[in-house]
Nanobody, 116 residues
Framework: QVQLRESGGASVQSGGSLRLSCAASGSIYSIYEMAWYRQAPGKKRELVAE???????VYADSVSGRFTISGDAGKKTVNLQMNDLKVEDTAVYYC??????????WGQGTQVTVAS
């Protein structure tokens, strides 16, 4: 059974920083891509940042320059360093991994709350 477990969510003041971490365990091999998504109340889940084994990274425009994704697909870990947090960053953040067969695996999410 594959599990993705996120950690690091918390409540912070606007302008603060947080670091989210995600580790995958179980029978997941040949991870091709890992990513962070978020979902705010009443909104659709949206991509925050992703990286793939080809070395490409993608960021949502709203977080570019403030957030940094890093990780190791071989070690099945992905992190998200979030700086200069804004109230609009408040959401549940989800980790996703995609294997070589394009199967997607999702974590349960971790809450990030940014207060003004």
């Amino acid at each position: 059974q594959v599990q993705l477990r996120e950690s690091g969510g918390a409540s912070v003041q606007s302008g603060g920083s947080l670091r989210l971490s995600c580790a995958a365990s179980g029978s997941i091999y040949s991870i091709y891509e890992m990513a962070w998504y978020r979902q705010a109340p009443g909104k659709k889940r949206e991509l925050v940042a992703e990286f793939d084994m080809g070395g490409s990274t993608v960021y949502a425009d709203s977080v570019s320059g403030r957030f940094t994704i890093s990780g190791d697909a071989g070690k099945k870990t992905v992190n998200l360093q979030m700086n200069d947090l804004k109230v609009e960053d408040t959401a549940v953040y989800y980790c996703k991994a995609v294997d070589g067969s394009n199967w997607e695996y999702w974590g349960q999410g971790t809450q990030v709350t940014v207060a003004s």
